[in-house]
């Protein structure tokens, strides 16, 4: 039997099920911000003047090169994001505090491009998230403006100057002679540009700001303040309005979960105004670092029922409290602070920013137990931040290493006067919707950290752009900020290293309410896979056995007490996630290590002795020991030790050394044992060497310090609770026989930005990794991709990142590949050394958008 239904009940429920279809479809936007932005990275000319990567000098024409009819047809041809000097070559006379690498220069870029004719009522912006350093702009010959912080994000407005329907060259000159760093800053544009357009009246820059003040199971209100600008020559008049979705996957909007009241706004022509709205979400999911639940809100303005721009921003309903005495809650509940800080460079890909690389670093992170990440000590690339949110990393959002009073001539000293409100506050507008950011920091270690009018002067501005978060200052010299008062203008105390003082700083009424967190912690150095017996430092290498620290520094364990010691404390970030290019401690000479014993004139004239033989003997150190995890992404022992801390329920052994000591048979082979058990029982060759346990709050390593070496196989068995727990074994391996690869990625995306990391392991016929095995390698590639880098980790090594070839470092090597942007197939990549069977590995290249 048929039955007919009534017309309108058929149109009644095609309406029904296109709105249930509309409010769960996934709409993707390309990028935080208003909507209508394309990317701007591909198609420039460089070309570099001045300093050349040689050491040599090519003087830069002046007055010429900004002007649309220079000849540019010979210059580099790139694509962004570009660090011009990590392609070195490295060289040993150049600073090894940045990493050996020729990155001072004059570059210049520059894009040919045309705007349609059918935008010529738009305003048309450019947006840089970064370039290093002075930034100055011309279009068609026309100075628009200059931002010389490197670290900083900042707009132009090409709209003035522009040919609609013509070609317009936009040229960038950029100088890092005239900047200086302690650690390597990179160099060139070396994060994403966009091409943004919008209407006359449009949603400000960074012009959103979204709060959530008041949140309980059943309901999340929502403030969105947003900054409209009307740039046309009349007033409008238009109206406001928010819907705030779910967020899926990278920038995807799920489901709608609630939408502001329309605000009617009567903007003046040339003005601004900020409107405030606010819009109640039911039963929320809350942001934290489990369940990094995040929404995205979708401001339109909308003028004569027509939507003039729409602009996106991201937010997490969650709340932040800080305690002198229960820690730090997030949404009610205390969470340890089990922190890294890192520089913003990746390695041998430099500074040029890659999320997929990025992802990398913060899973590894993540793996190890690592909950937080301090931006050291700049304002970050945004992809961070990005990738903090949607993973579930708190953020230590960090503006600068200097005020006033340089570490180094030419350092931020140079523009702090002009620039720090503008520096300070563009980097507060633009990160202040993440949830993931839970601290803002005014500076690290600087001069002027007893400057009383000049912490409150900071201070004040970051409270006057956001309220929501606290600010803090990691402080070196932490007493004498405190004795002057300097510190009274903070609201979370930073401490790098130097903890002693903490329990009479908690008496005194000025600080007994002020929580302290170690903004910077240990500073332990090591190299992955080197073991020395009686000594730490040998052939410009670090013993793996973690226990040796600069000075000012202490080994992982003493931190642990520390903090179990000091209760209050908020918990650490440590020195450093990653090893990173430049201060190469303790094989550096850069003497603004001296800075960390002002208050100790005889460890001050200690450490100068020691700078001044290091620089006499030119050490070949290009990139730091500090790392957890090393230059090329391998953890290195450390990385088990703070595992077996910080994941306490995770079941986990890790035995070191390696067990290949053919000369020293016979001869004592200190044995250390990571476990996030209470005690284990040692065998060698299935002989007891004993069992060890822990003491709750001592001890945070096992140790059997007089094992005597037998080749064969090293065993321990964990327990906890008395209960087996873990286990790991290490064997004395055969001779290399072999080479086998790995790749972290079952495939990876044709959008030519996506990469894949490919371990190259030195292996015996059993499939052993061979420790202390360095031989050369050589790469292959066939298919639609390409190797774009190299490395072994190892802090000596003067090869080039680019190289097809390469050393292993104790048994482990390291190839990027990405693929050619449009193409698909399958990337074949083989390792080849002299004696060894090669080995290959095999990558799958897909269209559309990557999957992580």
């Avoid at 990746?346 to 913060?362: E, F, K, Y």
């Avoid at 839970?438 to 690290?444: D, L, Q, V």
């Avoid at 004498?480 to 203008?489: D, I, L, P, Y």
């Avoid at 090591?526 to 410009?540: A, D, I, T």
Wanted: glycine share 8%; net charge neutral.
């Amino acid at each position: 039997m048929k039955i007919r239904l009534p017309i309108c009940f058929l149109q009644l429920t095609l309406l029904i099920i296109g709105c249930y279809n509309f409010s769960l479809s996934q709409t993707h936007f390309t990028r935080l911000g208003n909507a209508d932005v394309r990317s701007f990275d591909e198609g420039w000319l460089f070309s570099r003047y001045g300093l050349q990567a040689d050491g040599s000098r090519r003087e830069e024409p002046q007055n010429v090169i900004e002007q649309p009819g220079y000849n540019d047809k010979n210059w580099q041809r790139i694509d962004l994001p570009h660090d011009w000097a990590i392609t070195g070559p490295f060289r040993i006379e150049l600073a090894g505090e940045t990493g050996k690498l020729p990155w001072k220069g004059i570059g210049w870029y520059r894009k040919h491009f045309v705007v349609p004719v059918a935008d010529q009522n738009k305003r048309i912006f450019v947006d840089f998230d970064g370039a290093m350093a002075y930034a100055q702009l011309w279009l068609n010959g026309k100075f628009i403006g200059t931002w010389p912080y490197g670290y900083a994000s900042f707009r132009m407005d090409l709209t003035p100057y522009l040919q609609f329907g013509k070609e317009n060259i936009l040229a960038v000159r950029l100088d890092t002679e005239n900047w200086d760093s302690r650690w390597y800053p990179g160099a060139g544009i070396y994060r994403h540009v966009w091409l943004v357009k919008t209407n006359a009246v449009h949603v400000d820059h960074w012009g959103t700001y979204v709060t959530t003040p008041k949140i309980n199971p059943q309901s999340a209100t929502v403030n969105i303040a947003v900054t409209v600008s009307n740039q046309s020559n009349k007033p409008v008049k238009t109206i406001l309005r928010t819907r705030i979705f779910q967020a899926g996957i990278g920038n995807t909007l799920k489901r709608q979960v609630a939408t502001t009241k329309d605000a009617v706004v009567n903007i003046k022509a040339g003005e601004n105004s900020i409107v405030q709205t606010n819009a109640t979400i039911a039963n929320p999911k809350c942001w934290d670092i489990e369940n990094p639940n995040r929404y995205f809100a979708q401001t339109q303005i909308l003028i004569n029922g027509k939507i003039a721009d729409t602009y996106y921003s991201t937010f997490g309903v969650r709340s932040l409290k800080f305690t002198a005495y229960n820690g730090f809650l997030l949404n009610g509940k205390r969470v340890d602070i089990k922190g890294t800080c890192n520089h913003h460079d990746l390695g041998s890909l430099g500074t040029a920013i890659n999320a997929s690389a990025l992802r990398r670093q913060l899973q590894l992170l993540k793996d190890m137990g690592c909950n937080a990440l301090r931006t050291s000590h700049n304002p970050p690339a945004p992809e961070l931040l990005e990738l903090a949110d949607e993973m579930g990393f708190l953020v230590w959002d960090e503006a600068f290493d200097t005020w006033e009073k340089g570490k180094k001539k030419n350092d931020y000293n140079k523009l702090f006067k002009d620039w720090h409100e503008k520096d300070l506050v563009a980097m507060i507008h633009r990160d202040r919707n993440h949830p993931s950011v839970f601290i803002w920091s005014i500076g690290n270690e600087v001069m002027d950290q007893r400057n009383v009018a000049l912490t409150k002067h900071l201070a004040d501005i970051v409270k006057r752009e956001d309220s929501t978060r606290p600010v803090s200052n990691g402080y070196n010299d932490p007493d004498g900020g405190r004795e002057v008062g300097a510190a009274m203008a903070l609201d979370v105390m930073g401490v790098n290293y130097f903890f002693g003082q903490q329990p009479s700083w908690d008496k005194d009424s000025r600080y007994a309410n002020m929580p302290t967190i170690g903004s910077e912690t240990s500073s332990c150095v090591s190299s992955r896979g080197e073991y020395f017996f009686g000594k730490e430092y040998q052939n410009w290498q670090v013993t793996s056995y973690d226990v040796a620290k600069p000075g000012w520094g202490c080994s992982p364990d003493e931190q642990f007490r520390t903090n179990a010691r000091l209760p209050n404390l908020l918990g650490e970030f440590v020195w450093t996630g990653f090893d990173y290019l430049g201060e190469p401690t303790p094989y550096g000479s850069d003497e603004t290590n001296l800075l960390n014993f002002r208050t100790d004139p005889s460890k001050q004239q200690e450490l100068k002795e020691k700078l001044e033989e290091m620089r006499k003997n030119n050490p070949p150190s290009r990139s730091s020991y500090f790392g957890i995890i090393d230059l090329a992404g391998f953890p290195k022992d450390r990385y088990y030790l703070y595992q077996a801390h910080w994941r306490p329920n995770f079941p986990m052994a890790h035995i070191l050394p390696h067990w290949n000591w053919k000369e020293r048979i016979d001869s004592i082979v200190p044995v250390n044992v990571y476990t996030s058990g209470n005690e284990a029982e040692l065998f060698l060759n299935g002989k007891s060497l004993g069992r060890r346990s822990k003491k709750e709050g001592r001890d945070f390593r096992l140790v059997w310090d007089s094992v005597v070496y037998t080749p064969g196989e090293l065993k321990v068995i964990a327990y906890k609770n008395c209960k087996q727990w873990a286990t790991d074994v290490v064997k004395t391996t055969g001779e290399a026989a072999k080479l086998t690869l790995t790749c972290n990625r079952k495939e990876i995306s044709n959008d030519g930005r996506d990469l894949a990391f490919i371990t190259v392991f030195v292996q015996d016929k059993e499939g052993l990794t061979v420790p202390r095995s360095n031989p050369l390698l050589q790469f292959e590639i066939e298919g639609p991709g390409e190797i774009i880098a190299t490395d072994n980790g190892d802090a000596t090594s003067f090869e080039s990142f680019q190289s097809k070839q390469k050393h292993a470092f104790n048994g482990m090597a390291l190839i990027v590949v990405k693929a050619n942007k449009g193409m698909s197939g399958n990337i074949i990549v083989t390792a080849n050394a002299k004696l060894l069977n090669s080995g290959q590995v095999v990558i799958p290249v897909r269209s559309g958008e990557k999957e992580e």
